[in-house]
């Protein structure tokens, strides 16, 4: 992988907290160029740094009220491919995750409900090919979400904060007017 140098992270650190930023407001903190900015971005896109970018949905606000982390043990290890393929074409199957320990794999998803959690185990997952046991944990609340860490200077990262300060504090002025 290419190397990342202090102005890569400083760019990251401030896009990952605000994806829809302004090239010129991230300019501007950096003391280069939009153009420059433009560029990095391209760059860490183009080698992989960023994977991607958007908008994230509330899965509860389409109804999908039950997050569930379900174990799953194969037949064999081997199988996992084959099962992938197949979790693929369940929708409400947001993560898949090749594991140690007592799973062979770890999946995330989400259900409507109860009901709903019990259809897709009992009549989707359980019937696959290989698929020998699940174990079903449902997340009651998520706590901490958030990405690696970038590994800013002490000095960078105040500055960042006291830019998302700022921004914030125009935010809050401009729905007071």
């Known amino acids: 992988m290419e190397k990342i140098d202090s102005l890569d992270k400083k760019i990251l650190e401030i896009i990952t907290h605000n994806a829809r930023i302004p090239f010129k407001e991230v300019a501007a903190e950096c003391g280069v ?54 979790f693929e074409n369940i929708p409400e199957i947001v993560e898949c995750h090749f594991t140690t320990g007592p799973y062979t794999m770890i999946i995330k998803l989400y259900a409507r409900d109860n009901a709903h959690l019990m259809e897709l185990l009992n009549n989707r997952l359980q019937e696959i090919e290989g698929v020998i046991a699940t174990e079903t944990l449902i997340s009651l609340n998520q706590s901490i979400k958030k990405e690696v860490p970038i590994g800013l200077s002490d000095e960078d990262k105040a500055a960042i904060e006291a830019l998302m300060a700022r921004k914030n504090a125009l935010v809050t002025d401009n729905a007071d007017d």
Do not use: F, W
Request: hydrophobic letters at 35%; proline letters at 2%.
């Open 33 to 86: 160029s939009r153009a420059a900015i433009h560029q990095r971005v391209q760059r860490l896109a183009d080698i992989g740094v960023i994977t991607g970018s958007g908008y994230h949905v509330n899965p509860a606000s389409l109804g999908y009220n039950t997050c569930t982390y379900v174990g799953i043990t194969l037949e064999r290890g081997s199988m996992y491919k084959h099962v992938v393929k197949e």
